[in-house]
């Protein structure tokens, strides 16, 4: 099963789960959540590597459950579309911003409540309201109580990016008797999480995390289309360039080492220069196959292809 998963999204899994199992089984050792979540960026724990590394951690089964499970299933068609290179470094930007947006919720709290005000180890003014009732506590202890874990943020950005790539695919959420078409789907995901961030209170749930990390890719993604030569997701030709550059590459290295294509004719070895003609051309044919049906997709949506198309489209992804 795993060796169907697109390279990046199989690795994502891997490390999610990895690290899932190590928390649970280090948990009487060491407290990985302790050094690796995403603290408060005033609080005296916090660490810039901390904005990758709480992508990584989970709270329970369900948690993680969930996450990977839309990581799998969007992940592997947004990777095949836009190749490994350009899909981690979405992925990545993704998590990171919905990381920087929770920073800054949690700041706007620190500033409101009045902490920004108080000295780490002032006792008396602040308090903390509890099942065991209120409690005096150091504002620096808070401070370093204030935590995000999760990879919700950048598979919340891969729910976006799948909406925008193919936004007339129809999609089933349970538990919605029909299917609906994917725009909608991630217009309805949003707005339920915009309504929970300032509907709900301590739910211990990071809304504007998961809302930040649909903004980031969303600008990541107007970003390329305005700029199709970095990564164009206009059309996904990006991809198939590389793998060409790529090729041409490899077969100019090849073709310095040997003297010439006659003297290769002549001893029977190696590719001739009609053999080449044939291959280039067969190429370009392939490339101009997959540009039209890239078109087709930006133009009527994925939905539009035809089975053969689909397949091809999935053919060409895999030709590196």
Same mark, same amino acid.
């Given at each position: ?94 998590? &990171?911003? $919905? ?8 700041? %706007? *709290? ?5 902490? #920004? !005000? ?61 299917? &609906?078409? $994917? ?8 707005? %339920? *999480? ?5 509907? #709900? !209170? ?119």
């Amino acid at each position: 099963m795993f060796r169907n998963i697109p390279t990046i999204t199989r690795n994502l899994l891997l490390i999610n789960i990895v690290v899932f199992l190590a928390t649970l089984a280090l948990s009487n050792q060491i407290h990985l959540t302790e050094y690796g979540n995403l603290h408060f960026f005033l609080a005296s724990d916090f660490h810039l590597y901390q904005l990758v590394t709480y992508q990584f951690l989970h709270a329970d089964f369900w948690h993680i459950f969930c996450n990977m499970f839309a990581l799998w299933m969007f992940g592997c068609v947004i990777e095949r579309v836009w190749g490994p290179q350009k899909f981690l470094i979405y992925y990545l930007v993704c998590g &990171i911003g $919905a990381g920087l947006c929770q920073e800054a919720v949690q700041y %706007i *709290e620190y500033v409101s409540q009045g902490l #920004s !005000t108080l000295s780490d180890d002032d006792l008396t003014p602040f308090t903390v309201a509890t099942n065991m009732g209120d409690i005096h506590v150091p504002v620096g202890w808070y401070l370093n109580q204030l935590g995000t874990i999760g990879a919700s943020g950048a598979v919340y950005g891969i729910l976006l990016a799948f909406g925008m790539t193919f936004p007339n695919e129809h999609i089933f959420v349970f538990p919605l008797p029909i299917p &609906i078409k $994917a725009k909608w789907f991630i217009c309805i995901y949003a707005a %339920i *999480e915009l309504f929970a961030a300032y509907g #709900s !209170t301590g739910d211990h749930v990071a809304h504007m995390a998961h809302l930040g990390g649909m903004l980031f890719g969303l600008l990541l993604i107007l970003y390329w289309r305005r700029h199709p030569a970095n990564f164009n997701i206009s059309s996904g030709r990006q991809f198939f360039e590389n793998m060409k550059r790529s090729f041409d590459a490899r077969r100019g290295s090849q073709t310095t080492q040997q003297p010439n294509n006659q003297t290769t004719r002549q001893t029977g070895y190696g590719p001739t220069r009609e053999d080449d003609m044939e291959y280039n051309r067969q190429k370009q044919e392939r490339q101009a196959e997959v540009d039209a049906i890239l078109d087709k997709i930006r133009k009527s949506g994925y939905d539009s292809l035809t089975k053969e198309e689909k397949q091809r489209l999935f053919e060409a992804s895999r030709e590196r």
